[in-house]
Nanobody, 121 residues
């Protein structure tokens, strides 16, 4: 059974940076998974922030408009890990960030427990 564990969240001032990590255990075929980072702020719906397909190349990444140019998603298949580098953080980036896996390219059906990111103004 695949499990995802996120880490790297915390409290940071506006303009600062954080790097989130998500390690997949029990995933022998992790390198084939599309991986995504989602976030959910209080009172708001969960939104997809970034995604990366199996190739891991920049051309095969997705970013929601509000984070383009500030966030970078990457993966290290040798470590079964996906990262989200977040720079120039803003208070509106405050949310619980979730890592999710899309093993068959159809839907994100494996989720981590989430990690809190709080950006103070």
């Amino acid at each position: 059974q695949v499990q995802l564990v996120e880490s790297g969240g915390g409290l940071v001032q506006a303009g600062g940076s954080l790097r989130l990590s998500c390690v997949a255990s029990g995933a022998r075929t992790f390198s084939f998974f599309t991986m995504g980072w989602f976030r959910q702020a209080p009172g708001k719906e969960r939104e997809r922030v970034a995604a990366i397909n199996w190739s891991g190349t920049p051309a095969n990444t997705y970013y929601t408009d509000s984070v383009k140019g500030r966030f970078t998603i990457s993966r290290d298949n040798s470590k079964n890990t996906v990262y989200l580098q977040m720079n120039s953080l803003r208070p509106e980036d405050t949310a619980v960030y979730y890592c999710a896996a899309n093993p068959r390219g159809t839907s994100y059906n494996i989720w981590g427990q989430g990690t809190q990111v709080t950006v103070s103004s």
